[in-house]
């Protein structure tokens, strides 16, 4: 647990089953930490958040809760220390602005941004954080996991050798949609069903699969230079994103790391990443091996009430990583990671976009564009846009 200090007020902004969950998480993360205020366009959701709280026996007061899109600037004028911020990512740059802005420490969860032009805002906005101390925690959970970190320590000390390819993995059923109900406008729907939308989910590579993408360039310390990959969209039926991701990112001197992703029901699934080396290869959670197959080393789990091996944390990754943001608040250790999952999240981005177009994408072009997806106006209404699904070996949308 964190240690005890200072008691901490919370603040989330998208009280969907996420942040529901990340404000829990928070609560559980030490002593003298509470929820005190919500955000969220709509009313049910607010109170279906308040309702889950209750079960905690928490009451978060109903002059502390806002709804519409405007709401997340009547939050931060109350007397929250912290904002979770966990609405669909299009709207994290801008709500990561004003949180910093209002001087705010931030939880946000990734990705961090839909589109390039939103990840130079959060860029720029992360080392506002740093300038005026404040403490930046991003939903990477995999950075806080005991294991992977241990296995992290281990790789880079040479435990693998020199690193000479990589991939990377999340392929599991379709997840949810949502279908139009009568009186939706075109901005309702879309936001109630924004998991499949790319304007407002980046798509599931962003969505979901950027923690193993981000783990890769954690484990090598590097950035791919470039990106070639497909897609497609087979069986869909909301939306315009893809069904699956197939792509090839090029760190440079010959090393390269395969990355897929899928989300198609009956079909085999997995979700992790493998490490390859000169003198061996790792799993990056809690295993390394010789390149003869034999295991190196072997993460060491806790042992439960009977003296057998646990196979997971005692502390879950969800509750370390706001352990870890109220330690560095409390002990005044600055902590900001913006810049490292913003880097994740625009390669990504890259890779997207290298297989909705059917291109080469460079990370020097991809961190220049000035593509910027979603409507000009933010409100509750028909949206003259067709959000048509990308059709590879077109014009780059760069």
Known sequence: MAPDGQGLKAGLIGTGHRGTGAALNFISAGRDLEVTAL?????????????????????????????????????????????????????????????????????????????????????????????????IVTGTQRRHQRDYIETFKRVANGAIGQITGAKAFWNQEHVWFRLREEGWSDMEYMIRNWNNFTWLSGDHILDTHVHNIDVVNWFTGKLPLSAIGYGGRHRRITGDQFDFFSVDFDYGNGMSSHSMCRQIDNCANGVGELIVGTKGYTNCRNRIHSLDGSVKWEYEYPKDENGEPMTTLRISEYIQEHIDLVTAIRSGQHVNETEQTANSTLTAIMGREAAYTGKKITYDEIFISDMKLGPEVMQLGPVDINFEVPVPGTPVRL
């Open 39 to 135: 955000a969220d366009l709509f009313q049910e959701r607010i109170d279906e958040c308040r309702a889950r709280f209750r079960q905690y026996e928490l009451e978060i007061p109903e002059e502390n809760c806002f709804t519409g899109f405007d709401a997340y600037q009547k939050l931060l004028e109350t007397d929250v220390d912290v904002v979770i911020l966990a609405t669909p990512p299009f709207f994290r740059p801008e709500h990561f602005s004003a949180a910093i802005k209002a001087k705010k420490h931030v939880f946000m969860e990734k990705p961090v941004a839909v589109d390039p032009v939103g990840i130079r805002s959060v860029l720029s906005t992360g080392q506002k954080a740093t300038a005026f101390g404040l403490c």
